[in-house]
């Protein structure tokens, strides 16, 4: 691989040639289900459709203390039928706010904890054939108790069990096979990376 090649490793933003667009599904929650006919560049001929989930982003944290454990939640989601080991996460259903102070409120809310330190740990498009959504993975640190307030749990929410894990048995879980969702594997496999290259300091 060339040394131009190597450079150039990365997403680019592009956009087909779209022939005309429906709303397949759209109600009171946050995604719209789009259906899109397209055309490759310069080949006007050869039509086909496409499905988009419209979704506004979510955020997620992987807070880590000063013993090395990750907060955890063990939330119910009723799509893949099962209670998944998961990360405090919410939707950036909140307009311009910015990513960290959602990930914030969202730490608050379901964990009653506050962190003075944070950092982006990575950008991801969890399905990117499917839906335009992007998640905002933060490390959050110096971590202490908070009430949440007025903010009330509700549906899957108020069955939420909160817990701290050791990062290297999570890291040795996610391994396994044994916890699979993808934003808490792909946190804690990043914070192991920054951790191995010395790096966890660095903005």
Known sequence: MSDESV???A???????????RV????????????????RPDH???????IT???????????????????????????SGHVFVELPAGLRDAGDEPPV??????????????????RQLLSTYPSAGLTDEVHEIFLARDLTPVSRGDFEMQHEEAEIEVFWA????????VLAGRVR???????????????????????
Request: proline letters at 4%; hydrophobic letters at 45%.
């Open 24 to 39: 397949v599904h759209q109600d009171a929650w946050v995604v719209v289900v789009r259906e899109d006919v397209i055309t």
């Open 166 to 173: 050791p990062v290297d048995e999570l890291i040795d879980a």
């Open 101 to 118: 102070e959602t990930a914030k409120r969202e730490l608050r809310e379901e964990a009653e904890m506050a962190a003075a330190s944070w």
């Open 181 to 203: 969702q993808g934003p808490l594997a792909q946190a804690v496999l990043a914070y192991d990376a920054h951790r191995r290259r010395g790096t966890l300091g660095e903005a």
């Open 11 to 21: 997403d680019r933003e592009a956009s087909w040639p779209v022939i005309r667009s």
């Open 44 to 50: 006007p001929e050869h039509e086909f459709a496409r």
């Open 53 to 79: 989930v419209e979704h506004p982003g979510a955020v997620i944290v992987l807070a880590v203390d000063e013993d090395e454990r990750v907060l955890c939640l063990r939330q119910y989601r009723h799509a």
């Open 7 to 9: 450079m150039s490793l």
